[in-house]
């Protein structure tokens, strides 16, 4: 039986072993794409043998979708982070949206959309991923009230807040070939005054009754 | 030479076969997606032989692009015919965001998400879809601002249409997994009543000037 002692050490090996071809399968899928990332390829690139890279994860699925939970959970870790130093005050809802807006257009989206477009005609991948991204949006949606400092129980707070990242998914595929971010940065400068309305108690959106006549 | 007789069905069985190649094109790339979409099972598909195929569409990027292309003039067509038919009156406003939210969870938008996604890797791919990328773009902004009958002049008429495009390609890909009908639903009830003030000329969206201080 190991002693404590090198029990604690092998562990933080596996662990660092597992976080290397974590970073590695979502490098490969930014730069290669589904078809182009093998389990073969990340393990090289990793710099880990291929026995142990099968060893933690046995099949390509089982590989990309730890990799995709692996790194949203680091990337809230970050998020969180980045906007505990935002100043407050009223230009704080703009730079949590700002902060948002890049993660929708970094790597980590990107190489998340190669996994939900591969998943459509795969049926593996499509049973591993369907169950991950359904908690990979309540967190995403969670992550967001929170940043935001708002109160979901409020009416039209949470349609807003999914109406935001709605928004944010559809420009990050609008920036998938081409950089996207005048437009962007225009579109959002805009939306985050709707934003800023639709969140404040006393300046909700019109509901039908309120709307004037026209 | 051929006489103008022989020459006019020519013409036109070389039409009709493009059309069902570009059709079983786009069928290939949402049944079998963009590594399981090859010329030879789209010739043999449409029913055409492989020497026409490679005559009318020599690459499998020049057979995509031109799928694409003409499956989103064919659409822009069944969209127009679609609204002329809709009754005039306030109702009219949901059932556009109803006819172009069909469409970005229609089988053109899964077909054209598959390419999108492949030319981000795939460099001859990428040069023949970027400039059709930007046409896409601006003849859906230009037919959704011409089925809501607005005036783009307007202040805050041009964003509005844009942020709804980008709403829908978000809710396009929230639905590739599995049926985000319901959501989509409830989330676009919202939005329908919110573009609708933003489309109003006198209950326009508030601006940083008309905020009440909070």
Do not use: I
């Amino acid at each position: 039986m190991p002693t404590a002692s090198t029990r604690v050490p092998q562990q933080e090996r596996s662990r660092a072993t597992q976080a290397r071809l974590l970073e590695a399968t979502v490098e490969c899928l930014v730069e290669h794409g589904w078809s182009g990332t093998t389990t073969t390829v990340v393990a090289a690139r990793a710099g880990v043998s291929r026995g142990a890279q099968l060893h933690h994860y046995p099949t390509k699925a089982a590989l990309v979708t730890a990799a995709v939970t692996h790194l949203t959970e680091r990337r809230a870790v970050e998020l969180r982070t980045e906007a505990a130093a935002l100043p407050a005050g009223p230009r704080r809802l703009d730079r949590v949206v700002d902060l948002l807006a890049a993660a929708f257009t970094g790597p980590l989206f990107v190489a998340a959309l190669e996994l939900w477009v591969a998943a459509r005609t795969d049926a593996e991948l499509r049973d591993a991923l369907v169950p991950l991204e359904a908690r990979v949006g309540r967190e995403m949606h969670r992550l967001t009230v929170e940043l935001l400092g708002v109160d979901e129980r409020r009416p039209g707070v949470r349609e807003a807040v999914q109406a935001t990242l709605d928004l944010l998914r559809g420009l990050g595929v609008a920036n998938l070939l081409s950089d996207d971010s005048a437009r962007r940065a225009a579109l959002l400068h805009t939306w985050k005054r709707q934003l800023a309305a639709l969140l404040t108690p006393d300046a909700g959106p019109p509901t039908p009754g309120s709307a004037r006549p026209h």
